[in-house]
């Protein structure tokens, strides 16, 4: 892969993980975990997870901790 294609495929993981961030921070919550799944399969076969781990992290722990959220609002309905 060349320099250049290498760093645009770089700058498209990030916007898609930045989106993803986004979409779940706005209640979108299947649309961004379908997102971020794109953008982590797109860096593994780029080879550029390594890179992008941190904010790969960020967005997964955002993920679970929304998950985790809603789990917590439907039992307290529940039990309401």
Do not use: C
Request: charge should be positive; hydrophobic fraction near 40%.
């Amino acid at each position: 892969m060349l320099t250049e294609e290498l760093i645009n495929k770089a700058r498209e993981i990030v916007i898609k993980l930045r989106t993803a961030e986004e979409l779940i921070r706005s209640g979108k919550l299947d649309d961004g975990v379908k997102l971020f799944r794109e953008a982590t399969k797109e860096a593994k076969e780029t080879k550029l997870f390594d890179n992008y781990i941190a904010i790969i992290r960020k967005v997964r722990r955002l993920i679970n901790e929304t998950r985790a959220r809603q789990a917590r609002k439907s039992a307290q309905e529940k039990k309401a």
